[in-house]
């Protein structure tokens, strides 16, 4: 069992930034691949970026790619999103998941049912 818990979500104005937490607790963290999705109401849940159990490999959807950076600190059992120039259309509950370490090598990353465990997600707001 992986246990993850998000943090650093909340109110901000359009062009401004964010740093999204999950921390893990559990299962050594470095054995799984993470992801952050989000959900906005109305919508299904999206994929945002992935990062590789050794954190040498980045996968983002194309609205995020250049303004948004996946990282993680095995050490920390943490992984990070960096978000930059926030748009309204950013608005959602972020979720960060945790799935097998072979999931980032194929487009299975994308599908958030390929994915074991999840947070309770956290709330960004971007206000134009």
């Known amino acids: 069992q992986v246990q993850l818990a998000e943090s650093g979500g909340g109110l901000v104005q359009a062009g401004g930034s964010l740093r999204l937490s999950c921390a893990a607790s559990?299962?050594?963290?470095?054995?799984?691949?993470m992801a952050w999705f989000r959900q906005a109401p109305g919508k299904e849940r999206e994929f945002v970026a992935a990062?590789?159990?050794?954190?040498?490999?980045?996968y983002y959807e194309d609205s995020v790619k250049g303004r948004f950076t996946i990282s993680r600190d095995n050490a920390k059992n943490t992984v990070y999103l960096e978000m930059n120039s926030l748009e309204p259309e950013d608005s959602a509950v972020y979720y960060c998941?945790?799935?097998?370490?072979?999931?980032?090598?194929?487009?299975?990353?994308?599908?958030?049912?390929?994915?074991?465990?999840w947070g309770q997600g956290t709330q960004v707001t971007v206000s134009s």
């Open positions: 990062i590789s159990w050794s954190g040498g490999n980045t």
């Open positions: 998941a945790a799935g097998l370490r072979t999931l980032t090598y194929s487009t299975r990353k994308y599908n958030p049912s390929n994915y074991d465990y």
């Open positions: 559990g299962r050594t963290f470095s054995g799984y691949a």
